[in-house]
């Protein structure tokens, strides 16, 4: 049993709960109302089952972080929003108006509605990334319109903004969207470029225009890397009415390389906007795709290809401290601890941001159940607590990220996790020793004898054997 669940006919923070209208991969929506809101009310809670993935709750974690940032037509109006501490949801507008889902269905459609609705979502986007936001998972069934006609983009799980931590780039390791509009770059695990967004806004064109989708329906990570290498039929080769000027702007948005193509959406905007003024290229005239030994080529090339280099639209980042926190109960003086240590790190160090991490241990021989006894979702709990740790160090949401790791190995999940993200220096207590822990080592051993960085180890005694007060602890505490 799942004690976040949401019921018709409850009211939570003053949200009537009316009627649920959907239930997604990742989230369940309601109509709500609410006697200070005109109108009805979408009200999106995570869709937290047996055995869901964790991207589920790191992905509406970062809803609830950047929705509430965002303002303007483009984006539905936040009115409220909970928090996994108690209850986990987003109220927001109930926007008036259709996806662009039933014109997905009904395609090719004619080309100058093709150009009207890609001037539309390329207008919306220019707000959006004005916002430092990149919504990463443009599809038709997350872009509306409105009854006034503005596109307004749904459903920011996925999405990115440059002035806030990753959270989904930083805990996991594959590529994060809908498989067929996933940009290049997103295939080689680069959340940082906005033009993964024309990208994916060029295959929605490609779709309306001729029906067909231009990478297929990958289902691999091997089908997935074959848009690094193998170009799409050009447009006009499956239907010939559509104007040289429009597959030119499809083909450039599809371009593998992000320099290669539109570099802002209002470009692209503009372009959709005045056909005439399309400056046509050898992309206009393509009847067929590259030739098999010209595609072999591209596939040698991008297996030598350096990682890519990050957006300069990213904000730089000062240190990175990765706090390891152990939360298990007994331990409690060893996290104060380490705390105290924290708090002296941040004071010492100007422009710092810390990623707090707590490893969840997987068995590798039982079933992992995702629930307490009492039906709540540990996952959760985890991340819940680790919040509370850091409260007291009163860091902005920019400067700080929290990591619930699921693993069955704590100091792998640690190392991985500090290498991936960069990582300064790595803060984490160290238990006090024993035969058994001498015998089959330690985890904070483990992470000091193989970290790419700085480790400090932060010790303290036991206070069951004797009573210390925080700042005793803390004269205490050791680094090594």
Known sequence: MNKMDVNVG??????????????????????????????????KVPKILDGDDPTVIVGFEMEMMILPRLSGVHVPKVYSIGDYSSRPYIAMEFVKGDTLYPTFERSPIPPMDVADIGAKVATALVDL?????????????NIMIR????????????????????????????PMGTAPYISPEQVRQNRSDPRSDIFALGVLLYHLATGE???????????????????????????????NWLQEIILRCLEVDPAKRYQTPARLAFAL???DAVLLTARAERKKRDSLPVA???????????????????????????????????????AEALRIQTQRALTSTDDVRLACVNVLKLSSVFINDPFDSEGRNIHIQRLVELKDWARPFGLATNKV?????????????????????????????????????????????EVASRAPCTVTLVRAPNPSA???????????????
């Open 213 to 243: 989708r231009p990478f297929g329906l990958p289902r691999s990570q091997q089908a997935l890397r074959t848009r690094l290498w193998r170009d799409p039929v050009p447009p006009r080769a499956i239907r010939s009415d559509i104007p």
């Open 129 to 141: 990334h004005r916002q430092k936001v990149i919504h990463f998972d443009l599809k038709p069934s």
């Open 273 to 275: 906007q005045n056909p």
């Open 401 to 445: 990220s929290y990591h619930v790791l699921e693993h069955m190995d704590a100091a792998e999940a640690i190392l991985e996790f500090s290498e991936k993200n960069h990582a300064d220096q790595i803060l984490m207590g160290a238990r006090g020793s024993s035969q058994m822990r001498r015998f089959l080592g330690s985890v904070s051993s």
């Open 10 to 43: 409850e009211t939570i923070d003053g949200f009537h709960i009316e009627e649920r209208i959907h239930v997604g991969g990742m989230a369940i929506i309601f109509h709500a109302s609410h006697p200070d809101v005109e109108g009805p009310v979408l009200f």
């Open 147 to 174: 009854e006034s006609g503005e596109v307004c983009f749904i459903d920011f799980g996925l999405s990115r903004h440059l002035e806030m931590p990753d959270l989904l780039e930083a805990e996991f390791q594959l």
């Open 296 to 334: 072999l080529r591209r596939w040698l090339r991008t297996r030598a290809l350096p990682p890519p280099e990050p957006s300069p639209y990213v904000a730089e980042a000062g240190a990175i401290i990765v706090v390891a926190v152990d939360l298990s109960e007994g331990f409690e003086y060893l």
């Open 466 to 480: 004797g009573k210390q007060s925080a700042s005793e602890i803390a004269e205490a505490s050791g680094a090594t």
